[in-house]
């Protein structure tokens, strides 16, 4: 008579991903269960996107040059306040990562026998996801108020939503170890505020050209400048040029810095 197989035991990377999936559906449900926070930070793009457009629009768009319309000017801006909605989403991500630090559940997950990445790894998922849904909704404001882009291909299409979900990927990183940092639900709010401060300084409402000479390199030399002209030129058919090449290294970049930035504070042993 045979004796039954042992049942095999799980590879530790399949154990990851059970925590890590566990880990994602937890702050799924607390996103779902205090949808406050997240609603307040989306506000912020969809309210600057009306304000420029309907109060702002006929002024701003001279600043695109070519006797730009109110119409042309929504075509312009949409673009830069679709990453801008990144940024507003991923200061819920850094509060949130602080509120686990400091409410102890952090410190019970250090004693279970849980992947201990996976914390993080369900914190990055679970926002990388609710950007990639502001993101849409922030785009179904812009279509109903006349945002269009009909010479966009499938494949750019395809490489738009690359982009945004790996600048997203890269915003979240960061915003994660702003939160790691922080003492209090307050601070990682603050510290998180250059992520919606920096689009204001870019691309995103006038060209880089159209600034003063010596704000020019300020607006040029940081990461919302190349992805928003990026993005503008996937979904408008406009230059890329060098930017797409820049948007990339600076994703990549900042993936790779707040990855390590992350890992190597949560994984600190608490004092």
Request: proline residues 6%.
């Amino acid at each position: 008579m045979s004796t039954p197989l042992a049942p095999a035991r799980p590879t530790r990377i399949s154990l990851a991903v059970r925590d890590s999936s566990t880990m994602l559906r937890r702050n799924l449900l607390h996103a779902r269960r205090y949808p406050s926070l997240t609603l307040n930070l989306l506000l912020t793009p969809i309210m600057l996107l009306l304000l420029f457009v309907y109060i702002f629009g006929d002024t701003m768009s001279a600043g695109i040059g070519g006797g730009a319309d109110r119409s042309e000017y929504i075509a312009y801006l949409v673009p830069g306040l679709l990453l801008m909605t990144i940024g507003s989403t991923t200061i819920g991500t850094a509060v949130s990562v602080s509120n686990d630090m400091t409410e102890g559940i952090i410190a019970r997950f250090r004693t279970m026998a849980i992947h201990r990445p996976s914390v993080l790894v369900g914190h990055v998922v679970g926002s990388v996801l609710q950007s990639i849904m502001s993101v849409v909704l922030v785009g179904a404001v812009a279509a109903a108020i006349g945002f269009r882009s009909t010479d966009a291909t499938a494949l750019e299409w395809l490489a738009a939503f690359a982009l945004v979900t790996l600048f997203a990927l890269a915003l979240t990183w960061i915003a994660v170890g702003m939160g790691l940092i922080s003492p209090n639900a307050e601070a990682a709010g603050n510290n998180a505020m250059p992520l919606i401060f920096l689009p204001l300084i870019s691309s995103t409402f006038v060209p880089v050209d159209a600034m003063p000479g010596w704000f020019q390199p300020v607006a040029e030399y940081q990461p919302f400048t190349p992805a928003v002209e990026t993005l503008r030129g996937l979904l408008l058919g406009t230059e890329i040029g060098h930017n797409g090449w820049l948007a990339i290294a600076w994703c990549l970049g900042l993936v790779v810095l707040g990855c390590f930035w992350s890992t190597s504070t949560f994984n600190r042993d608490p004092k």
